[in-house]
């Protein structure tokens, strides 16, 4: 069931739904309206070797960006980089999140995820995006400007294991700026598991 601008505002107001800062401009019908933060991840086109290995910490393919007041940050056609909402966000063991972008935006070309538009019951931190822009001109991205939108489901009963829990080797709980991958842990040996196919 999605929660509708009522049920949002009791949930804020129980403090079980945390948004900080929150705008009250920013609760739609069913649905919070996000905003654009500073920093931005840019991919480095130059790196050797030209190619992003996923068994490797991929830290050194990007560089940080951050935005100014009033001055854009192009963002070229086929470019990708990663940002991060202005919010923070906290859900409870019951409720997850759905990460969706403005119709506005969509229209001209910008896609704000590629597949990360879920939201775990237990998140805290800021959402990472993947801005990538589809169009065949520039498009500029400005600091605090309304950058997507978050809506908000409630399961069928509680999570037993929220996002962050130590058994599911959660990634990015408690990120504050944007986030490069992290799927080269998947090929960490994990304490009770077998390290290869020759394990006994």
């Known amino acids: ?64 960006v951050e935005l100014k007041e009033d001055e854009p940050f192009l963002l070229s056609p086929g470019e990708f980089v990663l940002a991060s909402t202005l919010e923070w966000i906290e859900l409870p063991d019951d409720i997850v999140g759905r990460l969706e972008g403005k119709s506005s935006l969509g229209r001209i070309g910008l896609l704000i995820h590629s597949t990360a538009g879920y939201v775990d019951p237990g998140w805290r931190g800021h959402l990472t995006l993947e801005l990538s822009n589809v169009a065949k001109l520039p498009i500029t991205l400005y600091y605090g400007m309304k950058i997507g939108q978050i809506s908000f489901l409630r399961l069928s009963s509680p999570a037993e294991n929220l996002y962050g829990s130590p058994k599911l080797g959660s990634k990015y709980q408690g990120q504050t700026a944007p986030t490069p991958s992290r799927f080269y842990r998947e090929f960490e040996p994990r304490p009770g598991m077998n390290s290869g196919p020759d394990s006994t």
């Open 1 to 64: 069931m999605v929660l509708s601008d009522r049920s949002i505002w009791e949930e804020i107001d129980r403090g079980r739904i945390v948004i900080r800062p929150l705008d009250p401009a920013s609760i739609q019908p069913a649905s919070v309206d996000l905003r654009l933060d500073r920093q931005l991840l840019v991919f480095k086109s130059w790196r050797q070797p030209y190619y992003i290995d996923v068994r490797q910490n991929p830290q050194d393919l990007n560089e940080l």
